[in-house]
């Protein structure tokens, strides 16, 4: 998993750096941010003391307003060794007390003109979008009629020609073999391409091949959210493939399971097609029409009525 | 499953032609192949998968084969990218 450290965020928020820098390559591991005001009152039962934390207005006139002994047992208690970083905004004055704490253990303290609400939602959002767990798949990211379709199956099976298929039938290529997933939150994965091979894609006999200058800016996208995956396999005569569609099987990536079909390859069969109709199918789905569903409630009717066939 | 780092010696690193060769190899072989660099893990028998990667001469990589004849594949791969040639 990736980590954010003090630095990046000094420069990513031109923050200023009042105490510690002996600190600055101290790590931030999670996205939470905490705002210890109880803590400032005295409670460090739950004090969350991994997390950064972000001293705003009401915590610092509070602690100002405390007397001097207990203000610097408090604010000491707040310098961890496992906290990444003390924020001040507003642009605040640092209470004494708690400079001289963290320089003592070489804690960073920085400060921002931010206001307190703006700068923890700035932070949340850039730390989220840091340390959000990435993995990288073996396939081929297509956006068909704006579902984010991923095409896994062995080396060799037609992937990537199916991929130029649906290109040239007005589709998006995202990534051709390689996809870098990131998990964005807990139900959404988003895939792009590796900078060095965007737009590019490989063809057994062609070589590589660049989708962007042969078929257009249109035919190309930089990242989309990732909705269903299908697995291409060659036909095994020893194994069922789904005939009514009516159950769903699910694939996991990362924490999130994502609806999966598995579609046997077999001379004759166009891939294209197929996966096109099961984008638009699976957007019907979502929609609230299940063709398969609807049909099966049908069928039970049927037999459910004994006296169907007696007119 | 085998797994082995290994720092990688071919002078060139494996830019375009030698990463077709390496995937070809990884090819000949029906375990499955990987290729780890910093964290990152690709499938070897695929050659934008490994060109993406931008393997140069030097840098630390891990082979993981998976399979029926994952040592031949291991050991395959390992001296074609630890031959400087």
Known sequence: ?????????????????VHGERGIH???????????????????????????????????????GLDERIRRERLRKLCREQTPGIIISRGWEVPPELGEAAEEMGLPILRSQLTTTRLS??????????????????????DIYGIGVLITGASGVGKSETALELVKRGHRLVADDSVEIRQEDEKTLVGSPPDLIQHLLEIRGLGIINVMTLFGAGAIRNFKKIALTIHLETWNQNKTYDRLGLDEETMKIIDCELPRLTVPVRPGRNLAVIIEVAAMNFRLKRMGVNAAQQFSDKLNNVIDTPDYDDF | MLEKNLTVELKTGLQARPAALFVQEANRFSADVFLEKDGKKVNAKSIMGIMSLAVGSGSKVT???????EEEALKALEKYITTAE
């Open chain 1, 121 to 142: 939602s700035r932070l949340t959002n850039y730390l989220e979008s840091k340390l959000a767990p990435t993995t990288a798949v073996h396939g081929v990211l297509v």
């Open chain 1, 26 to 64: 101290r790590t931030i591991s999670t996205s939470d941010i905490s705002r210890p005001g109880l803590e400032m009152a005295g409670y460090f039962a739950y004090y969350p003391a991994d997390r950064l934390q972000l001293l705003g207005k009401t915590e610092l006139s509070f602690v100002n």
């Open chain 1, 1 to 17: 998993m990736a980590n954010v450290h003090i630095k990046d965020l000094i420069d990513e928020f031109r923050l200023e750096l």
């Open chain 2, 63 to 69: 082979i993981v084969t998976d399979g029926k004849d």
